[in-house]
Structures are given as C-alpha cells and as structure tokens.
C-alpha cells in the first residue's frame, strides 16, 4: 500500500516532549533537554540499545502522496479546480473562495494562483481519550489537514479528512505540540516552495503541485498551544490583544471581560449609562484588529454569594448586595434571570415535550423572564443563527457586527460581571471573523469532534491505542481510496444519499403538473376516495396547472377545428381514478414529513407545513389598482394523497389543517408567530402540491393554552447555490422591528420570587480550602 501513498512513518520522542528523534537528531539516543533515555530500559539492557523499545512514537501520515491521490481520480481531481469554474459568484459568501481571505492571497500570491490545481489546506488539532471516556487520563493528539478546493457538498466531510500525525498519549504535548509538527512543516514548506509533479487525471497531463496553509482549526485551550497566545489572564483576546479591558474579580476568583460600550456608534445612548453599567461613561473606541478566530463554546457561568460580594465592591445595582443577618447567613436577593422551582419545572417540561423535524434539535423558552432578560438572549440566538447559514451576505454581516455590540451591552446592563468569561467576549468578533474568513462551517470544531469519534471506534488494543488509530485509519483510507474506482451504481462514501434525499424531480414528457417531484418512504395504501375529496383533489391540481390556463381564461370561447390537444391534456381533463395511493411519510424539496397520526407514536415533529401564496388587496373599495402580497399559510399535514390518472400520469398532493390570518394568527412582542390549531375547522381547500411546500415545527406556548410558536426550518443540505437566490424571512423569526433597543430602568431585583440564603462561615471556610 506504501506505493500508493498508504502509508505511515514512525519516529521515537522524548516522554517529556522535548525533542523528536527526526532529522538532525535521527541518530542520537538520549534528550539534549532532560537527558532521558531515547529507550525503555531493563535490567539485562539498561539503556534499551539492544531491544530499542522507544518511550513514545510519533505516527506520521506524509502529506504528499494523500495530496497526489486526490488528482488520480477523475472523480475528485475536476472537483479541486471547483473553486475557479464551478462555483457561484452573486456576492454571497458560501466557500471560503468568496472571501477577503482567500482573494488577499491570491493578489500577494499571483503565481500560487495562477493554477486553480494548487491545493488550499486548513489544520485542525485536539486533544481526545482513545477509549471513549471523558476523563483526562489519556490525551492523544491527532492532527487532521483538509483541501478547502473541493465544494461545499464535499469539503469537510470525512472521507477527505487526512489524518497527518497522530501524537501519542497519556499526556497532552501542551505547548510543546512545535516538537511533533516538525515533519509536518517540513512537508507544508517543501510544497510551497518546491511542489510536486501530480498527474491530473481529469486534464490527462502533469503539473506541479503546490499546496498552501490558510489557517488552524481548535479550540479555546487548543488555540494557545497552536498559537502560543495566551488565553488566560488580562490580555486573553487575540482579537483585542493589549486593548484588551478585563478585570478581576477578588470575590468570584475570575476574570470578567465586558467594556463591549466600546464597539457602539459613538452616539449611542449607551455610552453615557452609568448606572446600568460600571458606573462610568465610555469614550473609548473599538480596538484595531490584530488576528481572526471562530469561537462557538460557551462556558456555564454562575451566581453565588461571591459574585454579589464583587458587585458591592465594584459599586454598582445595590439591589443586589448579600444582606447579612447576625447568625451569619446571607441573603441574596433574587436577580431578574432567576428562575424558581415552578418556572424551572415548566421550563424542563418544555424541553421534554418539545417534538422537532428529523435531523434537528432546539429548544425555546417564552415569557418565563422578564423581557429586559429575555430580549437580549432572543436576539443571540437570532445572532448565532445567522451567523451559521450557510450561505453569508455581506452587508447582513457587517449589520450583524453592530448588533451584537448592542446585544452584549444590553446583557451587561442585566447579567453579573462574572457572566462575561472570555468566551461571551469573543462573541463580539465572529461576524467579522466570517465576513473576513467565510462561513463557519468551514473553521469550527465541530466536523473534528466527530471525526475524532471515528478515530475511537479504531481502537482494538487498549495498550497501544496510537497503533490501533494508525492501522484503523490505513484500512479505511485503503478503502475509500478503493471506492473511486467502482461503479456509480455500488453505493459508497462518495455517491451515498444524504438522509433526506428527495430524488431530484422525475422528468416525464407532456405536462409539467405530472413531473412527480419527491419520494415517498414505505409502501402506499390503496385507498378508495370519495367523490368530494377527488372533486376537491382534481380541482387544486387543474387551477395549479399552467396549461389549462387558457381553457379557464377562455372557457366561452369554441376551440379551433385544427386545434391539437395533448394527451396529457386529455387524461387532465377526464380526472383521476377513484382509487387513490395513501402514504403516511414522504420526502420533498429536502425535508421530511410525516402524517400527525405517525407523528404522534414518534419522537420527531415532521408534520408541520407552511405554503406561502401570493393575494391581491385594495385600499379600499373604489381602489382599482390591486396589490400584490405574501400571505404565509401555516399546516399540519393530515394524509398524503397520491392521484392517478391514468397512464402512469400521478399527482402528489398534501391534505392539511389550515392557519392563515384572523383569530387563530398572531405575533408577540418578542418577534415570535403563534397559531392556534384547537379546533380548527377542515379548510375548504385542504390539498397543496407536495412540491409546493416547506416545512416548520410548532412548540407549545405552556403559558397560553391551545397556542403553539412557530419555528422555521431550512433543509439540512441546502447550500443555495442558486445564483438569483432570495431568501424568504419567515413571520417567525424575531426581527427587528419587534427587538428594539431599551432605554428604560432595570429592576435587577425580580419581584414575588425568593431569594437565596447562604451560609457565609461555610462558604468561607470552602474558599480556603
């Protein structure tokens, strides 16, 4: 396997990570540094020259050869020259090829970029335990390379991952992790000055091969030792570096980072709040930019007697200093995020009830916090959430980067200083690190995690789990590389439906109405119809077909002697039979849907629909001039009905409840569209195209009965890759119209909720233990 590229090399290192025995010290048989023995020692052979079992090993995967493979087939190589021919240029940002970061490079690089071959790599890196446990006792480090060439359909999924070094355990290299990426360098510094003559089976012809590193992929702690940067104390923010404003809090024992007043608009009413943030006003401006990271964790944060200890010494919302009583007990007095025993109860209970679509996962809270707490964290999640489409504009982004200033600020004013870790702090750069970077699809860690599980299940020998890794991985590349040369029709990694597969739209000749689009899963039921349901079923499908048009619009007139009718036309006009298909699942435009009957025996909400028509209105009645709307209707799916008409001609059409607008529809304050099904009465017009439909979920408003808030959805592998592509904003999502900015006073103490008492001789005595 070695001659096509499959395969490892090993190289011994010191226990204590100071040197690898690799070049310039491939010979020597102890540490410079420690002056540890290169070798495990016995008694018959002290320094182990004779058995030469070494205390670590180093598994290195050479980069070249993997590179070369991924231009021997013609079914990957057309896919690295994607990003120069194939992909779409509308000025929205879905691959990193879009970006500031990518064209920046290519200016300062012209002949790196005069060949779309030449191979764009980021570099991920994490600690795991190989034995599927989440203590630290083991920490094996691998380190993973990805071509950013490839589209987004196949870039950064695990069959083009290359594993490049797998650092061995127990213990983490910490900031010595430079030891071990010296073969790995050397290869990334060889490729770009050098390169390597590739044979490009798409072209047919050699060239040579160049490759060039973007940027690390880690997380928080794994990002101070890929970058040395220090990501504790005052100067923790790359981003900020020494503009950094932190501080510490005696009481909590942390550091906070807040000072976000520093990113508004100069002007903003904010900027000369005192009593709702540290009691001064901000004149400072936002710090210059020195690097770019993308953070998502969120670490938990807390409120204890500490933390109020630390707001009275800082001097600010006196409502909630501990008051101290003469047997030694504090009181804290309730905050205006605190939740008592009842609401945390509903609140569990919304999560546990909570049904959502097939491959989704959410969850939502209303009206159990004020809404100076929960205005704020609506607008995060809408932050988080855009910030992960996976199509970016520009312009919304640069929106996104004063919102969020504006959202911390507004946190700032309700949550305790020790709320704002680092990691809240780092919020304030992801818009621009995606405006600058792409999206973060592409950067984050959560593709690695997985990955990183794959590499457990590798494991077989839980005294070497390095070498179990090593051969596991070279199996399983053995057999994707394999896989390339099969036959489209054996199902592999490569040509493997997604979950919700769909089938793409079944091209029939004749009338567009009958081009089935979808799939149905599982055998259909035949059913016998009744002559109201088939005359409503027909008449939907007549009105929504555009060659009949003319027959609606001209019923009075005769037809034409010579005039030809097709025969779809013909099998059209004659109605479907009385016997029908049912199906109880069925797969459209990228989403899954269920029957409400099926639903209610599963796990996941699949049955919610939403079709958006477009109405003319008038002004008033002596308007002549019609305008034309969006008005969304929003479903539950009852059956899913399947029409024959004859000659293998067949309609699929959803039957549904309905909500449009009236009593049944409203919107809070917060942004958020209820609808109301209790009761609702069958709609004289139940049917839609299955092709017509998107998809939603409804979660249970607890607090107003029969209520339910809705929820949009987008397909799982909805890239938007078409190039005339507006995004429909549904009524749903919070806007900001609904999301205004306050002003007004903070109550900081939450009234009818009781406070929490607390020992303080305990919880001295636990400080200084």
């Known amino acids: 396997m070695k001659e096509l590229g499959l395969g490892y090399e090993k190289y011994d290192a010191c226990p204590n990570d100071c040197i690898l025995y690799w070049g310039k010290d491939e010979s020597k048989i102890k540490c410079d540094t420690c002056k540890h023995l290169r070798w495990e020692g016995t008694k018959d052979d002290p320094t182990g020259e004779k058995r030469k079992v070494p205390h670590k090993v180093l598994w290195h995967f050479p980069l070249k050869p993997r590179l070369q493979r991924l231009f021997m087939s013609s079914k ?19 691959h990193p090829a879009d970006t500031p970061v990518w064209q920046s490079f290519d200016y300062q690089n012209p002949e790196f970029a005069k060949d779309p071959r030449n191979v764009r790599l980021g570099l991920a890196s994490d600690g795991f335990n190989p034995f599927k446990s989440m203590n630290v006792n083991h920490s094996t480090w691998p380190v993973v390379l990805m071509p950013y060439n490839l589209p987004p359909w196949m870039c950064m999924k695990q069959p083009y991952f290359m594993l490049s070094l797998l650092i061995p355990g127990p213990y983490a290299p910490g900031n010595n992790i430079d030891v071990y990426l010296q073969p790995l360098i050397a290869e990334l510094k060889e490729l770009w000055d050098v390169g390597m003559t590739t044979y490009d089976a798409s072209s047919k012809e050699n060239f040579q091969m160049h490759a060039a590193l973007l940027w690390t992929i880690s997380d928080f702690p794994g990002y101070a030792n890929l970058s040395d940067w220090s990501t504790k104390g005052y100067l923790t923010c790359p981003v900020c570096h020494k503009h950094t404003v932190s501080h510490h809090l005696r009481h909590g024992s942390k550091q906070c980072y807040m000072g976000h007043r520093r990113f508004l608009e100069k002007e903003h009413p904010y900027r000369k709040d005192k009593r709702h943030f540290d009691g001064k006003e901000e004149h400072g401006v936002a710090p210059p930019r020195l690097t770019v990271r993308t953070l998502l964790n969120v670490d938990g944060k807390y409120d204890n007697l500490g933390v109020r200890r630390d707001l009275e ?13 003469e047997f030694g007990r504090a009181y804290l007095p309730p905050t205006c995020f605190y939740l008592d025993k009842k609401e945390k109860e509903l609140f569990c209970k919304i999560l546990k009830k909570v049904k959502v679509p097939d491959g989704y996962s959410a969850t939502i809270s209303k009206k159990l916090l004020p809404k100076s707490v929960r205005s704020p964290l609506i607008k995060l999640s809408k932050y988080f959430r855009d910030l992960c489409c996976k199509a970016l504009c520009p312009w919304e982004l640069l929106r996104m980067e004063k919102e969020i200033a504006v959202v911390l600020c507004q946190l700032e004013r309700v949550f305790p200083p020790s709320f704002f870790v680092i990691m809240v702090h780092l919020t304030t750069h992801l818009a621009t690190e995606a405006r600058i970077a792409g999206p973060v699809h592409y950067r984050w860690m959560y593709p690695i995690e997985r990955y990183l599980c794959t590499l457990k299940n590798y494991v077989r020998n839980r005294s070497r789990p390095e070498g179990s890794i090593a051969e596991g991985y070279l199996v399983d590349e053995c057999l994707t590389f394999c896989s390339l040369y099969l036959s489209d029709e054996v199902t592999t990694k490569f040509n493997r439906s997604s979950r919700n597969e769909d089938g793409g739209e079944s091209t029939t000749e004749g009338l567009e109405i009958f081009s089935i689009q979808g799939r149905p899963l599982g055998k259909g039921n035949s059913v016998v119809m009744d002559d109201e349901i088939i005359k409503k079923a027909h008449q939907y499908v007549i009105f929504n077909c555009e060659a009949v048009d003319p027959y609606i619009n001209h019923v009075d007139d005769f037809l034409p002697e010579n005039e030809v009718i097709s025969k779809d036309l013909r099998l059209l006009a004659k109605g479907p039979n009385v016997v029908g298909s049912k199906y109880e699942r069925y797969i459209v435009n990228g989403f899954r849907f269920h029957t409400k ?56 059409l959803f039957d549904c409840d309905w909500v449009s607008k009236g009593k049944r529809l409203k919107q809070d304050d917060d942004g958020f ?26 979660v249970e408003d607890p607090l107003d009965k029969g209520w339910n808030v809705v929820i949009p959805t987008v397909p799982r592998d909805d890239l938007k890759m078409d190039p005339i592509d507006v995004e429909m904003y549904l009524q749903s999502q919070p806007s900001s119209s609904h999301q205004r900015d306050t002003f007004d006073d903070i109550n900081w103490v939450r009234e009818g909720v009781i406070g929490e008492i607390v020992d303080t001789t305990r919880v001295a005595f636990s400080s200084k233990g």
């Open 673 to 698: 569209t209820l609808v109301n099904f209790m009761n609702v009465k069958h709609h004289h017009e139940p049917f839609v195209l299955a092709s017509q439909v998107k998809q939603v979920f409804y």
């Open 597 to 652: 009957y099926l639903e209610s025996k599963r796990k996941n909400q699949n049955s919610g629909v939403i079709v958006t028509a477009i109405t003319s209105s008038f002004a008033s009645t002596k308007d002549m001039n019609p305008v034309s709307s969006d008005l969304a209707y929003y479903g539950v799916l009852k059956d899913i009905l399947e029409l024959d008409y004859g000659r293998g001609r067949r309609v699929v």
């Open 76 to 94: 990957t190589a057309s896919f690295m020259k994607w990003h120069v021919e194939g992909h779409t240029k509308d000025g929205r940002i879905r």
């Open 313 to 325: 010494e800082m001097g600010i919302r006196a409502g909630l200093y501990p008051i101290t009583d």
